[in-house]
């Protein structure tokens, strides 16, 4: 688990057993944040598939939505597998609506 | 004046922000998007003070609200660098848009150094308070 800042964020990492490492984040996404959950992401996409679980990601911004894409375009260059849980907070879902960003995803449902 | 606090500009500081916001929503009578709207866009015009306005030097950013004829007002102001265009922009130039979105209506001000970004939103709980401010 890795936390930091006052905006409460952090990322949880198991193993599923789908094989895929699923990584839980929790709190805000923001300016304060973003830049150290694109490395954590990295990191594990770089080893296997990855599933995201936004489903506790209390506020997402601009700059979530940014990191988002740049796991999507190094995703493609690199052939990684990426998915992300259907299951959001209505900030989260408002966000990713608004910039366009909701279409682009891999949505799965994990339930 | 229904606000009116001054914030360090720094990433960290985005949260107290929204914290602020947020009741501010509630005193408007706002629920669900209209609520989550706002915080998102005065959370994006204090993340734009930081990014752009200051660009990692220290600064304060200053918000203000005040509510009149069933609108909230809120003036999200920096002495940074001004309004100019970023070459080297780390985002994805989501956050103007973001805001253009979610609010009645919004105007950015800008003379040589700072930046204030003006950002109306429907108040319906103060819609009975004609000139109230």
């Known amino acids: ?111 | 004046v229904v606000l009116d606090s001054s914030y360090p500009a720094v990433p960290d500081g985005l949260r107290e922000i929204r914290d602020a916001v947020e009741l501010l929503a509630r005193d408007c009578g706002l629920r669900g998007r209209e609520a989550g709207g706002m915080v998102l866009a005065v959370s994006e015009a204090a993340a734009n003070a930081i990014v752009h306005g200051y660009r990692g030097d220290e600064g304060v950013i200053r918000v203000r609200a005040r509510r009149e004829d069933g609108e909230l007002m809120v003036v999200v102001a920096d002495d940074g660098r001004g309004f100019v265009p970023r070459t080297d922009s780390p985002g994805l130039g989501l956050g103007l848009p973001i805001i253009a979105n979610v609010a009645l209506r919004m105007e950015v001000v800008s003379e040589g150094t700072g930046t204030e970004v003006h950002i109306v939103f429907p108040c319906p709980g103060c819609a009975g308070e004609v000139g109230a401010r």
């Open chain 1, 1 to 111: 688990v890795s936390e930091n800042g006052n905006s409460g964020f952090g990322v949880s990492i198991r193993q599923g057993a789908d094989g895929r490492a699923r990584l839980q984040l929790a709190g805000d996404l923001d300016l304060a944040t973003a830049a150290s959950f694109v490395n954590t992401a990295r990191e594990q996409l770089s080893k296997g598939p990855v599933v995201l679980d936004l489903s506790e990601v209390g506020f997402m911004d601009s700059s979530g939505v940014r990191a988002l894409d740049t796991l999507l375009k190094e995703c493609d260059r690199n052939g990684w597998s990426l998915a992300v849980g259907a299951q959001m907070t209505e900030n989260v879902i408002q966000v990713l609506e608004l910039t366009g960003m909701m279409g682009a995803l891999p949505i799965e449902d994990l339930s």
